[in-house]
């Protein structure tokens, strides 16, 4: 080993050396139990929502290795014969689609505002931007309930995506603004100086540029809201609520109906699952921006 290499090792964090130590090939088997570990819940709900709910009742999931004659389908057969719970995932996609977009498109105009363009207050409106990041929902509801109820959207559709997009916008603005500031300011002189105009320069720069955090923060607001429960059980229109509400609304009114229950929470959970798997790539590369100069 040379002084290099040895100066170098000197300057390693602990856990680089033991990582360097242990190898990459025993690395990849910790990761990959970990990864396991964490798959099971998911891989206990698709085979328990595929068992027959006398046999749920009786054993765990993971009987079926030893007896896959338990799988069967009919749990998703009653699923699909269930018209409130079909209703739902429309309903849902018809909330987080909209809430989704809207974020994303005015968290990045309002954050390439704050990043680069000159306003009377800019400082004082982002601080207070930061400042409703830390105001919880919860304070919010009886207010925003009172005051969609006075202009009729109250559980409404409409309401719901509106909630969702007033408490989406502050972090989306914040991290939207956080990064389009990393862009090099000599690459918006040279575009300025091509006769490039803001509204030309924000969708033909800044916007690819920025794909990898877009993606990223348009993946959190999906997750949220789809799986978002609170604001749609007091919001939303109770005889056509989202697939929350409505799981839970088949545990009030049929005790423990398994065979809704199980294939529900499995598709329920397969959709956000499927967003965040395509735009993995984007994700890791929004999360990892900034983290290496």
Do not use: C
């Not at 990041?133 to 009886?142: D, F, G, N, T």
């Amino acid at each position: 080993m040379t002084s290099a290499d040895t100066v170098v090792q000197a300057k390693q964090s602990p856990v680089a050396r033991i990582a360097a130590s242990v190898g990459g090939g025993a690395l990849r088997v910790v990761l990959i139990l970990v990864g396991l570990l964490w798959l099971m819940p998911t891989a206990g709900l698709l085979l328990s929502s595929l068992r027959d709910p006398s046999e749920v009742d009786l054993s765990g999931w993971w009987k079926v290795f030893t007896d896959p004659g338990q799988l069967t389908f009919s749990g998703y057969d009653n699923l699909l014969g269930n018209q409130q719970i079909t209703d739902s995932l429309w309903t849902t996609l018809a909330i987080t689609v909209p809430a989704t977009l809207l974020v994303v498109v005015i968290g990045a105009l309002a954050g390439y505002a704050f990043a680069w363009m000159d306003f009377p207050g800019r400082d004082v409106w982002f601080l207070i931007v930061v400042g409703l990041l830390v105001v919880p929902i919860q304070v919010a509801l009886i207010p925003v309930a009172k005051l969609f109820g006075e202009i009729g959207i109250f559980q409404t559709t409409t309401g719901v995506v509106l909630f969702h997009t007033a408490f989406g916008l502050p972090f989306a603005i914040f991290l939207l603004r956080n990064f389009f500031a990393e862009i090099p300011r000599e690459l918006l002189e040279a575009a300025r100086l091509d006769g490039a105009g803001e509204l030309r320069l924000f969708l033909r720069v800044v916007m690819p540029l920025g794909g990898p955090a877009i993606a990223s923060l348009g993946i959190f607001q999906f997750l949220w809201v789809w799986n978002d429960m609170l604001v749609a059980l007091i919001f939303a229109d109770s005889g056509n609520p989202p697939i929350t509400v409505a799981l839970q609304q088949q545990v009030r009114q049929f005790g423990n109906n398994i065979d809704i229950l199980g294939p529900g929470a499995f598709v329920s959970m397969l959709i956000p699952l499927a967003v965040f798997f395509a735009f993995q790539r984007q994700f890791v590369a929004g999360v990892m921006a900034g983290a290496v100069k």
